[in-house]
């Protein structure tokens, strides 16, 4: 029996996964544990989960495998100075100590660190250093359906790479053409993020979900000026309005002086048309890039299927238009297409690549719905709810499904926490809010009263697989979150004259279909497609929801309040649950009320968790 531990770390997103024989056994990321969102550091607590689950001690591990190669990050970081010298002195200042006495160092780091989770570890001769591409692009097809596939990744940067393409065939997996650093897909959205006022490497999201309130206006300004696209979507981007390559920032005045503005300062200033407009324009030249790079792909290598990872890969409406451009038969993307995914790309690419392992291919895919993460039996849940002082009943699973079935249709929002938790940025029914998309209410009171965020951010609909191409202009699966699709007409409202004329924010209350909750202001909506084999809770609850309401769609954000982790353990359950508006609490087979809590429990939960 062989046993990988693979580990992403000191970037963002540190996380471990375990795989044995090939078989994706546990993965977690470090957040979830330390409660620090986009956790950067060693793994500990993700390690020892993983190991634990595996019921393994360290040293009975054959291979630790780490998602890049230091040494090549440290060359890019030297390179990137001299070349753009003196410029970046300050920066070359600030990182170059952390560098030399810890990074570059990472196998001696790794090792050290590793010791502390067993004393009998006692050699570095199982440490081994995968490609940060190479990883992302391993986690993407090594999983996925596909006998043979074109591997595209996307990111902020890796060593040198910040784009790359690979093929798949079996249980090889190849690198066939990179974009070098400093030109970035990943890196110029993330500057678009600094630039409206959102924090690199978590607020992206935020510029995707603002995009459709704004109009694409300076999508021109930006291929004129800041990036040189070619036919084949590869692109070259113009240094002179960026700051990331050497100073502290991401953009800079010559960047602030394109658009006659600074960046947004969060603290102090409103989002406005302005920045929806930005958001629009640069989520608008990413989707073509992303397409032209999937077109010229599909016509240079001529595979049915396409495998996406990396950052970009979270980009769902990107994905989305890939999907209705019909370029390619199939598209799978990794779960954790960020960083954290890394660590399990980089145990996939060892097993397969370096040792030759044959690959058995999974007609859904090899990710056990990403239900991945720790678990928690009946008894520990009583156990852990009783000590933190809640109030609950334990009822059987038919009596528990009917009560919350009941409670979404009279409009309560629930906090709904079942098996494994997820791995990757998204909750999937395991750790999630779940409410009535009906409701035309549902998303703004989430939004303001529950998850302490902005009333703008959409939430997705999870939907049972099979009625998925009667509510959506799809028939693409997508269990992951990961793609967007518009609502069928036959189930959209007709905005009046008057509506159409609303700008911005104001276009949010406008009542769009039957399920106004889930469908974004350009009627499109992230879809999460349910199935029973991976999650048959969450399943016989939308069958439930679909028999009394005739909807088989639930709405499904994260258990978690704005710049919180999602939720791990049952008593961070209860506690988001007694610092929010949540109505309901169902926890494995306990079911709580919010109104039968003892009230000197509730938390202020507003200030407790920095803003993302």
């Not at 060359?75 to 006495?101: D, N, Q």
């Not at 990757?424 to 750790?431: N, T, V």
């Amino acid at each position: 029996m062989s046993k990988i531990l693979g580990i992403s770390a000191f970037y963002h997103d540190s996380a471990a996964a375990i795989i044995i024989d090939g078989e994706i056994i546990a993965a977690a990321q470090e957040e979830r544990f330390t409660r620090i969102k986009h956790d950067p550091n060693y793994p500990k607590n993700a390690i020892d989960f993983v190991l634990n689950y595996a019921n393994l001690n360290l040293s009975e591990v054959d291979q630790v495998v780490f998602f890049e190669k230091p040494f090549l990050k440290f060359e890019r970081l030297l390179e990137t100075y001299v070349a753009f010298a003196p410029k970046g002195f300050t920066s070359f200042c600030k990182a170059m100590p952390i560098w030399l006495k810890e990074k570059l160092f990472q196998k001696n780091l790794l090792f050290n660190k590793l010791k502390e989770h067993d004393e009998n570890y006692k050699d570095d001769k199982n440490i081994f250093f995968s490609d940060h591409h190479l990883s992302h692009a391993a986690s993407a097809f090594f999983p996925s359906p596909f006998e043979e596939a074109i591997v595209l990744t996307a990111d902020g940067v890796g060593e040198w790479a910040t784009t790359t393409v690979a093929i798949g065939r079996g249980n090889n997996l190849e690198i066939k053409k990179e974009i070098h650093f400093p030109h970035s897909l990943g890196l110029l959205y993330s500057a678009f993020t600094y630039y409206t006022g959102f924090k690199v490497n978590s607020g992206e999201y935020k510029l995707m979900g603002l995009a459709p309130y704004g109009n694409p206006i300076y999508e021109n300004k930006i291929i004129n000026n800041l990036i040189d696209i070619k036919d084949d979507g590869t692109f070259r981007l113009d240094q002179s309005y960026f700051n990331y390559a050497t100073g502290l920032t991401m953009t800079n005045d010559k960047f602030n002086n394109l658009f006659n503005q600074k960046p947004r300062d969060p603290k102090n200033e409103q989002i406005t048309q302005f920045h929806m407009d930005l958001a629009s324009s640069i989520q608008k030249v990413t989707e073509d890039i992303m397409v032209k790079l999937a077109t010229s792909l599909k016509k240079e290598f001529n595979l049915p299927n396409l495998c996406l990872a990396g950052g970009v890969a979270l980009n769902c409406v990107a994905n989305g238009k890939i999907l209705k451009e019909n370029i390619f038969k199939n598209i799978w993307i990794q779960p954790a297409a960020g960083d954290a995914g890394g660590s399990l790309g980089a145990a996939l690419a060892l097993w397969h690549i370096e040792q030759n392992n044959p690959r058995k291919v999974n007609k859904n895919d090899q990710m056990k719905g990403s239900y991945l993460g720790p678990e928690y039996s009946q008894n520990q849940i009583e156990e852990e709810l009783r000590s933190t002082g809640a109030i609950f009943s334990t009822v059987n699973e038919e009596d528990l499904l009917n009560k919350t079935v009941e409670d979404l249709s009279s409009g309560h929002a629930i906090g709904w926490f079942q098996g494994r938790m997820e791995f990757g940025p998204r909750a999937l029914g395991a750790r999630s809010i779940i409410g009535d998309p009906r409701s035309p209410t549902m998303q703004k009171n989430l939004n303001l009263k529950v998850k302490y965020r902005e009333s703008f951010r959409p939430f997705a609909p999870s939907i049972l697989s099979s009625d998925l191409s009667e509510w959506f202009q799809t028939s693409t699966l997508s269990p992951y979150m990961l793609i967007v699709s518009n609502i069928n007409s036959n189930k959209t409202i007709k905005m009046s004259d008057e509506q159409k004329k609303l700008f911005g924010i104001d276009k949010l209350n406008v009542i769009r279909s039957e399920i106004p909750s889930v469908t974004h202001v350009d009627y499109s909506a992230r879809i999460q497609t349910v199935h029973k084999e991976t999650n048959l809770k969450y399943f016989r609850l939308l069958e439930k929801f679909k028999k009394k309401t005739n909807c088989p769609i639930l709405i499904n954000t994260s258990f978690n309040v704005r710049g919180e982790p999602i939720v791990n353990t049952p008593t961070e359950a209860f506690n988001c649950f007694m610092g929010t508006e949540l109505d309901k609490l169902v926890i494995g087979n306990c079911y709580l009320d919010k109104k039968k809590q003892n009230q000197s429990l509730k938390k202020d939960y507003k200030n407790v968790f920095e803003l993302d």
